[in-house]
């Protein structure tokens, strides 16, 4: 039993060392690649004339794909937040970096629904909490 609380406690040492190297290193957070915008502006909400942004978390792979989305601040309408959210999904990043390289990295996302034209996607806010 000593023996395999020893090489756990290695293990663990080890994975935490590996996750501070580079620790130095910049970090660069995901960018949208230029293309069409996919978050559509809900028909229901444009036609009462409703506005209103939603703020997303989002889960940026190596290769620029979101694999994970959540609302971090609703938009107070649920329609606005699921297009969001559904929208999000099929965006395309430049992948966030560690230095020279690509990491996995979530990043902040505000989406404006307004008039003045359709569900604009913002650039990703400041990185939320310690980057892997």
């Known amino acids: 039993m000593n023996g395999c609380?020893?090489?756990?406690?290695?293990?663990?040492?080890?994975?935490?060392?590996?996750?501070?190297?580079?620790?130095?290193?910049?970090?660069?957070?995901?960018?949208a690649t230029v293309g069409e915008n996919p978050i559509e502006y809900p028909v229901s909400m444009w036609d009462r004339k409703v506005e209103g942004e939603t703020v997303l978390m989002l889960h940026v792979d190596?290769?620029?794909?979101?694999?994970?989305?959540?609302?971090?601040?609703?938009?107070g309408q649920a329609e606005f937040d699921s297009a969001a959210v559904t929208g999000a999904r099929k965006l395309q990043f430049?992948?966030?970096?560690?230095?020279?390289?690509?990491?996995?990295?979530?990043?902040?996302?505000?989406?404006?629904?307004?008039?003045?034209?359709?569900?604009?996607?913002g650039e990703p806010a400041a990185p939320a909490g310690r980057q892997p």
């Open 5 to 31: 609380r020893s090489w756990l406690r290695a293990a663990l040492a080890l994975a935490w060392l590996g996750g501070c190297r580079g620790a130095d290193e910049p970090v660069q957070q995901p960018v």
């Open 62 to 75: 190596e290769l620029g794909n979101v694999d994970s989305a959540y609302v971090e601040t609703t938009s």
């Open 94 to 121: 430049s992948a966030g970096r560690r230095g020279e390289h690509a990491v996995a990295m979530w990043t902040r996302l505000p989406v404006r629904f307004a008039f003045d034209s359709t569900a604009t996607v």
